[in-house]
């Protein structure tokens, strides 16, 4: 389930074309499991999708610094160690994006949606929808290293 204007990439490949907008995106893991995804707040594009929560790098940040940030500033989490663990790019209208992603073990701090979003924690296949299209590759490599071999939607979530 890879859209055709998803691609990985190597860290530190040559741009070429439209810039790209940097991302850092965090894939929190809880014990059991479970993934934490969450909704586009109103007002940003793709508003209302579900997405792993994160933001752009600002000048002068690490990924790791940028997911920090993000983190605190959406969710009031803390998080520990953050090392990427794949790079991703996506063409969309509004921008081509770089996304950085990286697995999170480890947070402190209680939950609070600091921008109206919604949060939920799935397991696979994911009942939430709909998803951003710039996921899609990374929930295929998720669900591959459980031996999840159905589809990463549940049917009523598929578009
Ligand atoms: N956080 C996040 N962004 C994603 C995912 N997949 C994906 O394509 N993106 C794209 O990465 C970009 C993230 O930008 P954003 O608008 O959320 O970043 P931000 O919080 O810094 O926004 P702002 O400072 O402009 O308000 C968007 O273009 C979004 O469509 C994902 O799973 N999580």
């Not at 792993?52 to 790098?57: H, I, Q």
């Not at 160690?81 to 950085?100: F, I």
């Not at 480890?106 to 009942?127: H, N």
């Amino acid at each position: 389930m890879s859209p055709s204007n998803s691609r990985v990439t190597t860290p530190g490949a040559p741009v070429a074309e439209r810039a790209h907008t940097e991302v850092a995106v965090g894939i929190l893991i809880r014990e059991d499991g479970a993934l934490l995804l969450s909704s586009r707040p109103e007002g940003k594009p793709y508003a209302g999708y579900w997405e792993f929560p994160g933001g752009k790098l600002e000048a002068g940040e690490t990924v790791e610094q940028a997911l920090r940030r993000e983190l605190d500033e959406e969710l009031g989490v803390t998080i520990g160690p953050a090392e990427v663990w794949k790079v991703t790019e996506h063409d969309y209208p509004h921008a081509l994006v770089r996304l950085h992603w990286c697995k999170v073990y480890q947070w402190t701090g209680d939950f609070e949606m600091r921008e109206g979003q919604r949060m939920a924690w799935q397991q696979f296949p994911l009942t939430v929808t709909p998803v951003l299209p710039g996921a899609f590759p990374v929930l295929d490599w998720l669900a591959s290293e459980r031996g999840f071999e159905g589809a990463v939607l549940a049917q009523a979530s598929q578009g």
